[in-house]
């Protein structure tokens, strides 16, 4: 693969690449104990043993075929009760990557899946530090499938089963990384509030009629909106109810 070089200022300056590794995430998290990091390092893999999804998943991926890297951040500015912005921030950059190959067919299912259509194409998986009231350090952590063809899973896809040719995985890290810098730029500088517009734009089943799971019920409710502390707003039978990442699934057709 050719060198990941970034128009960005801070954000991936410093770049770790493991051929192999466990996970970025947790190689990541070891790189932070010992405290010697700047904000901006990005670390990438070719392939991960242990490779995590959320919810406690395992994350898959062909050997060099796929993004899976991790973004160290120190994002003091964000107070512990709003971290779910910085997921919203890093989903309108990734939207802007991947808009001009993809149109507004991809778009971002909250929290924060990556699909085209009614298929996943990637995931993110934010892994906060907090110290007191604020985040000290957060892992970016994303998985996004590019030049993989075959899935185990039928509901996965990727760049190039969709626009049938390999894309160069270096030139799309650093538009995540210029496209990332200007967002959480954009969030340090007050500016959130565009910020979750676009994100709610971009939105996956955003005031559609669509059916949801919670425990063993299975309902019919319309997405209208995202709480402050980043709970999912369902309109349902003439009521706004509010759902934690935990509750509640989609449900696929
Ligand atoms: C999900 O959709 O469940 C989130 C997937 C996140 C996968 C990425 S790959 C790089 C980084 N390291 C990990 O172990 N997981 C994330």
Redesign the pocket.
């Known amino acids: 693969m050719n060198k990941i070089q970034p128009k960005s200022k801070y954000l991936g300056k410093n770049i770790i690449f493991l051929p192999t590794c466990?996970?970025?995430?947790?190689f990541s998290a070891e790189l932070l104990q010992n405290n010697l990091i700047e904000e901006g390092l990005l670390v990438y893999?070719d392939f991960?043993s242990?490779?995590?999804?959320?919810?406690g998943?395992i994350?898959q991926?062909n050997i060099g075929e796929n993004?899976?890297?991790?973004l160290i951040l120190k994002p003091e500015f964000i107070k512990v009760s709003s971290q779910f912005n910085l997921n919203i921030a890093f989903s309108v950059a990734l939207y802007k990557t991947f808009e001009p190959f993809l149109g507004d067919n991809f778009k971002i299912k909250w929290p924060?899946?990556?699909y085209y259509n009614e298929q996943?194409i990637?995931?993110?998986?934010i892994e906060n530090t907090i110290l007191g009231d604020k985040i000290s350090s957060s892992i970016i952590?994303?998985?996004i499938n590019i030049n993989q063809t075959n899935f185990e899973n039928i509901n996965a896809t990727s760049l190039k089963n969709i626009r049938g040719k390999d894309f160069q995985l270096n030139t799309i890290y650093e538009s995540i990384l210029e496209n990332f810098e200007i967002c959480y730029d954009e969030y340090k500088n007050g500016n959130f509030e565009t910020l979750k517009e676009n994100y709610l734009k971009i939105l996956f089943g955003m005031k559609e009629i669509r059916s949801f799971i919670k425990g063993q019920e299975t309902f019919l409710g319309k997405i209208i909106g995202i709480s402050d502390f980043g709970k999912l707003q369902i309109f349902i039978d003439g009521y706004t109810e509010e759902f934690d990442f935990k509750e509640i699934s989609f449900v696929f057709k």
């Open positions: 466990h996970s970025t995430n947790d893999t991960q242990k490779g995590r999804g959320q919810r998943n994350w991926s993004i899976m890297a991790s924060n899946d990556l996943k990637g995931g993110v998986l952590g994303f998985g």
